[in-house]
């Protein structure tokens, strides 16, 4: 077994940490949009759906209790996409030379961003879930607190299998593009179909028939899944639908995340086993 | 370790397109030595220590660098070689030490072993004052000797400098010079290119001059120019027409021409070897010699016989 992925990991970090601009817009984010669209969304929302009694014996959920997990989900999806970036900066100002000219395997390169990326987002997660409690959002409704660390570990497990693999699609989009304002283009196009046809911000029972079916292809919307029956239990109503979970629902989306992840795998570990940059 | 050959190549060639950057060149590089390619821009000297480095794909003909095949083995040829890089290749936000640490590590170097070899290294190329100093506020001679440290870090049996001077002033190229030679001096050999005439002709036992894809001509810096038969004696005596007239016995006389300053005698032979007999027969004609001054060719003499033009020099 070989390790020089943890010296890629490393240095990811050490610039994670270092440039202070990025650490704290990439913290402050998710934040503010709990703080400003969760509470603002939540107050309509809610009033909307007021109307529909949940059925007897279903919990109902505020909207911001919700959302949050859309967020949480969302947030993991923007820090993936553009997590792939720092390779184009790499590969622009000729740093991605010294790895390519060195005897480690080029995979190492790939699964060291990605592991950063993935920390990142564990770090946002984390964030994210603490100001929810403190604006109010319901998470881990009369749990345990062993119940908690598990809910939480199987949140972890569904962001994680989520951005590797969002983070290694980036890194193989980065490896094959010249410019950073191309990425930015391509993520950025990509972002709003991903995030919108989802169940991130509402359900998606009330859609067309044909988003409905795109959006339970889309990954977005398995993480959403995961995160839920984690947060929220199996059995809950908000914004005027019932949610129900069965155990092999929860381990269809995460066999779902995980064979899109070991796809883009493959993907990128073909686009740097052939990359060519001088 | 085989032979005494540590990088051969026959027979390469590279397109990019439909350019050929490199058209067939065949040469070696002995254990021990420097080798220089001596080029303009655009040569394809960066062409080749690319490929020699496994950076880019070979296309055509075989190369073999520390007794292994870049198209079969690359990876066994990384970890056997150092490159510094044309441009400075340092991530600006890491401090010399990490950057150190970073390079040590990918190359799988164990941690004892690597801190030792960090310390060695940076004190030799006198940084070890600036370990924690991040790589963004070093001068530029600072960077070129961490990249040379870092470079040496794996201890690798051939250095590549790709221009390892160019845009640094005079003080600090003539150090560099002085770490390549050392470097040398403890076993590495080192494969350079450059485009200065003066470094591949200081630092080179030998040299190959590189023009539009094709090996114009090789040799030791000494051997190019001697090869131009183009040594000038100058003189100064109290008779120039008796002078002129008792050289016409040396037969490595090319021709002598007088002029107001004295008489430029050109040899087709090193003027060195000619120098004592040409005063010999001088003042064995009673002519007495007021001043004598030898001017081999220099490199650019040579540059400008083989290829025909001076060097484009559009890279400093």
Not at chain 1, 121 to 134: D, K, P, R, T
Not at chain 2, 24 to 35: A, L, W
């Amino acid at each position: 077994m070989a390790w020089e992925f943890l010296t890629v990991y490393w240095r990811e970090m050490i610039r994670f940490v270092r440039f202070r601009a990025q650490l704290f817009s990439s913290l402050l984010q998710p934040a503010l949009w709990m703080a400003f669209f969760g509470v603002a969304m939540s107050s309509n929302f809610d009033r909307f759906t007021s109307a529909i009694p949940a059925p007897a014996g279903v919990v109902p959920l505020d909207y911001l209790t919700f959302m949050a997990a859309g967020v949480i989900a969302m947030t993991t999806l923007f820090t993936s996409l553009f997590g792939g970036m720092s390779l184009l900066f790499d590969k622009n100002w000729g740093l991605m030379r010294e790895m390519l000219a060195s005897p480690m395997p080029r995979t190492h390169i790939m699964l060291g961003v990605s592991l950063s990326g993935m920390t990142k987002s564990f770090i946002q997660v984390s964030i994210i879930m603490a100001f929810g409690l403190l604006l109010g959002v319901q998470f881990f409704p009369g749990y345990s607190p062993a119940r908690i660390v598990l809910s939480i570990l199987g949140i972890f497990a569904f962001v994680g299998a989520f951005s590797l693999g969002f983070l290694l699609f980036s890194s193989t989009i980065s490896m094959r593009l010249e410019s950073p304002e191309g990425l930015q283009g391509v993520m950025t196009l990509l972002t709003l179909p991903i995030f919108f046809v989802s169940n991130a911000l509402y359900p998606i029972q009330a859609f067309p028939p044909v988003l409905q079916a795109l959006s339970s292809y889309n990954p977005l919307t398995h993480l959403v899944n995961g995160i839920r029956y984690f947060a929220l239990g199996d059995d809950f109503f908000a914004v005027g639908a019932r949610y129900t979970f069965t155990t092999a629902d929860v381990l269809t989306s995460f066999a779902y995340l995980a064979v899109f992840a070991a796809v883009m795998y493959l993907l990128a570990r073909r686009t740097f086993e052939r990359a060519v940059v001088t | 370790m085989e032979g005494d050959e540590i990088i051969e190549v026959r027979d390469l060639e590279h397109a990019f397109g439909d350019f050929t950057a490199v058209r067939g060149i065949s040469f070696t590089v002995r254990r021990g030595e420097i080798f220089s390619f001596l080029g303009p821009n655009g040569a394809g000297k960066s062409t080749t220590i690319n490929i020699l480095t496994t950076l880019l794909p070979l296309q055509k003909g075989t190369v073999r660098v520390a007794g292994y095949d870049v198209a079969r083995e690359p990876r066994k040829v990384r970890a056997a070689i150092g490159i510094v890089f044309q441009e400075d290749v340092l991530d600006r936000d890491l401090t010399v030490r990490e950057t150190m640490e970073f390079h040590g590590r990918i190359y799988g170097i164990p941690r004892e072993e690597r801190r030792r070899r960090i310390d060695d290294l940076l004190r030799i190329v006198e940084l070890e004052s600036k370990l924690d100093e991040r790589t963004k506020n070093l001068s530029g001679g600072m960077k070129r000797r961490l990249q040379i440290a870092r470079g040496l870090m794996t201890q690798p049996e051939v250095l590549f400098l790709d221009e390892p001077t160019q845009g640094l002033d005079p003080q600090t190229r003539m150090r560099i010079w002085d770490y390549i030679r050392r470097v040398n001096e403890a076993g590495t050999t080192i494969f350079l290119t450059t485009h200065y005439m003066e470094e591949a002709d200081m630092l080179s036992d030998r040299i190959s001059i590189i023009d539009h894809g094709r090996i114009v001509v090789s040799g030791t810096p000494a051997g190019l120019k001697n090869a131009l038969g183009e040594d000038v004696v100058y003189l100064e005596t109290d008779d120039d027409r008796t002078a002129r007239d008792a050289l016409r016995g040396i037969e490595e006389i090319r021709s002598v021409t007088e002029s107001s300053r004295g008489l430029s005698v050109t040899i087709s032979a090193d003027g060195s070897h000619c120098l004592p007999r040409i005063i010999d027969a001088v003042r064995g004609a009673g002519v007495g010699i007021s001043s004598v001054n030898l001017k081999k060719p220099t490199m650019d003499d040579v540059f400008v016989h083989y290829t025909g033009r001076e060097l484009r020099d559009t890279g400093a």
